[in-house]
């Protein structure tokens, strides 16, 4: 539970970065449930720069042809993070990451051995992650104050979420 904690806005937005890769249309962003939002809203409630910052890293992923299978291994590489404070087994955790990284970077090797990307995909892949990480805190803090001024509901399930990771 204690990784599941420390990257869950990484990982759900990872989930919106992957859904836009079928989506062609830099006005709005399709949410993993389908719902569509437009950019004039997210610009009307002050989201404007992060959005900007979510499609520069949608655009810098489909010049990487990012496919489902590095999708799911880099979710791992988030999650299994040894760094996290409290964990019981931090050792294993760093195994089954390198374990995650090396089929990756195996992955990268093999599928793209026709292609430009070929030895730099699996490195432009894990340079990504510092700006999910960086977009994924500007959302929380966002969502945060939102709280704290009254604008979100108690039994928003992101809010919960969001209380039990700051406390």
């Known amino acids: 539970m204690k990784l599941l904690e420390s990257c869950w806005s990484e990982l759900l ?3 919106v970065l992957f859904e836009q890769m079928g989506h062609t249309n830099s006005q709005q962003f399709v949410m993993t449930t389908g719902h569509v939002v437009g950019i004039g809203t997210l610009r ?18 489909r010049n990487l042809s990012f496919d489902a299978n590095e999708f799911i291994c ?4 988030i999650l299994l993070n040894p760094d996290v404070p409290g964990l019981s087994s931090p050792s294993q955790v760093e195994q089954f990451r390198s374990e995650v990284s090396s089929a990756l970077l195996d992955y990268c090797n093999m599928s793209n051995m026709d ?3 070929t030895s730099d995909k699996f490195g432009q892949l894990l340079l990504q992650l510092s700006e999910i990480k960086l977009i994924s805190l500007l959302l929380e803090n966002y969502l945060y104050e939102q709280h704290l001024a009254g604008n979100t509901t108690d039994s928003n399930l992101l809010v919960e979420i969001l209380h039990s990771c700051r406390q």
């Open 74 to 77: 880099l979710k791992f590489v």
């Open 13 to 15: 937005l990872l989930d």
């Open 44 to 61: 009307h409630l002050n989201l404007g720069s992060i959005a900007d910052r979510v499609h520069e890293l949608v655009q810098k992923l």
């Open 115 to 117: 292609s430009e990307f």
